[in-house]
């Protein structure tokens, strides 16, 4: 059902500019204890700024519920439980990351923040049950549709230029032309919130998860609800297709994968758990390797087929992860957690990584291994960390300590 057009807002408002404050650097002459001048000696140069492997940690107000990267510049943008919005340009040069500008247009929880594919444009949804569509260049609020949905708004997926989705607490799904400012499809097929949204590259099928712990599957070209994946133990909390497309990953509160087979979506196809209290995140890397973020503050590298846990990105040491972000570049992931922190972190590493051991044997006492140069920080918070390997037990094998369990209907690609 179209959303009212009385609640459907132009609105030209000045976001809040915040320039960073400047420190300026001590001048070239000093005092010496009696106070006479000393120029400085004439082969000696003031030291450049520090350049780093990642940025800096952006320290927030507020937990940040979101974040999202520019799709072409170093510039980053979150949206807290306030419901303010901020953008931020990065750097790896030290002191140069930078708050651009922030936006409080949303009342309440600021649930999920999306680029346009030009960059031009951001896109937010908020507990307040509304959606809004900001300039991103300077933060100005341009339009707001209020009570776009009937229960509170959990997350959003851009279809291309003019078309968004969005998915609420109460399990609807709406499909959006911004260009009339209403609703295209409105389909409730879920019994509990939809947790996250996928699309297909030709744009047609629209996948969502739920609490209800189902995948649901949506023809967008037809606009019809098409099927629900069979029911899991627990809430399909993050959805990703990887294997170019041939598969699509749904990540667990148990901590479980599970994999489904493009047009094979009525039941799984593979399934393989790993030691986190539960996936709250996924973000693809390459078309085998994915970064999955959980509870216990852990980001994990993961390959699909074969299915292992390649090792430890980083960690938020004992907060949550709400949500992983990829740079433009890919190279760079960024993390939010419950410690009202954005951190950086390396992964261009992985590009270059491939996995061929479907099975390996853990060493006793082994730890997950550090893929990155923060992973570990100066304390080994990893002593006693068992490593990770896929659930997969081996013909004849049963009895070797340290083999996980895997269920596999089709290993093939």
Not at 264 to 287: H, L, N, W
């Amino acid at each position: 059902m179209a959303a009212s057009g009385e609640h459907v807002e132009s609105v030209e408002s000045v976001s809040t500019v915040t320039d960073s404050a400047e420190t300026e650097e001590p001048g070239g002459t000093s005092k010496d204890p009696e106070g006479s001048e000393s120029e400085p000696e004439d082969d000696e140069e003031p030291p450049g700024p520090k350049i780093r492997d990642t940025p800096l940690d952006i320290r927030l107000e507020a937990i940040a519920n979101t974040i999202a990267f520019h799709p072409s510049r170093e510039i980053l943008v979150c949206g807290d439980v306030d419901g303010d919005v901020y953008a931020y340009g990065y750097s790896c040069t030290e002191g140069e990351n930078k708050e651009l500008w922030s936006s409080g247009h949303h009342m309440k929880s600021c649930r999920q923040v999306r680029f346009s594919s030009d960059g031009l444009q951001l896109y937010s949804v908020s507990r307040d049950k509304s959606i809004h569509l900001l300039d991103a260049e300077r933060g100005q609020l341009v339009t707001r549709i209020k009570g776009a949905h009937a229960a509170p708004i959990n997350c959003l997926i851009l279809v291309d230029q003019n078309v968004l989705a969005t998915g609420d607490d109460a399990g609807t799904l709406k499909v959006w032309d911004m260009r009339k400012g209403s609703d295209i499809m409105d389909m409730k097929q879920h019994e509990d919130y939809i947790s996250d949204i996928a699309v297909d590259e030709a744009k047609r099928i629209l996948l969502t998860t739920s609490g209800d712990g189902t995948m649901g599957v949506f023809n967008i070209k037809r606009r019809r609800f098409d099927l629900l994946s069979e029911y899991q133990s627990g809430d399909l909390t993050s959805i990703a297709l990887m294997k170019r497309g041939k598969k699509v990953v749904c990540g667990s509160s148990e901590g479980t994968f599970y994999i489904f087979n493009w047009n094979g979506f009525g039941a799984t196809s593979d399934r393989f758990a790993i030691k986190a209290e539960s996936v709250e995140c996924i973000v693809p890397i390459t078309d085998n390797i994915m970064c999955a973020a959980s509870m216990d503050g852990y980001i994990r590298a993961v390959n699909v087929f074969p299915n292992r846990v390649i090792g430890c990105i980083g960690q938020h040491l004992g907060e949550p992860v709400e949500e992983l972000a990829k740079s433009w570049d890919s190279r760079f992931l960024a993390s939010t957690a419950h410690d009202q922190l954005i951190k950086f972190w390396d992964i261009s590493t992985l590009h270059s990584t491939t996995v061929t051991e479907y099975r390996k044997r853990k060493k006793k006492h082994g730890r997950m291994k550090s893929l990155s140069k923060k992973a570990h920080g100066e304390n080994d918070f990893f002593s006693g960390l068992v490593e990770e390997e896929t659930e997969e037990k081996k013909e004849g094998d049963e009895g070797e300590e340290g083999e996980e369990e895997s269920e596999s209907d089709s290993g093939s690609d």
